[in-house]
């Protein structure tokens, strides 16, 4: 894995530590918010690309770097109120 994820526009390297300090930051500055980690971050990225987008789950399998896609639907993907409600209303269109 590599340690240079985030730069600068002139190249310069930052910190693995700094995309934590802008999360303190916003969270000091709107305290009202939900608090998310570092890592929830990379769940809410993937159940959004696969519930919110046409992205396939074999390509966020690949964005994510997992080795299965059963890593990625069974860990990392979650459902949403919305999926939920989108369940309930295709049962409903059955008209079973």
Known sequence: MSNKLFHTQN???LTLSKPDQWRHAIYKANPKLKQITIHGFRHTFATLLISETNVKPKTVQMLMGHET???TMDI???????????T???????NI
């Open 11 to 13: 190249g310069n390297y």
């Open 88 to 94: 309930i209303n295709s049962i409903k269109l059955l």
């Open 76 to 86: 990392y993907t979650h459902l949403t109120s919305q999926n939920k409600k989108d």
């Open 69 to 71: 896609i059963e890593m």
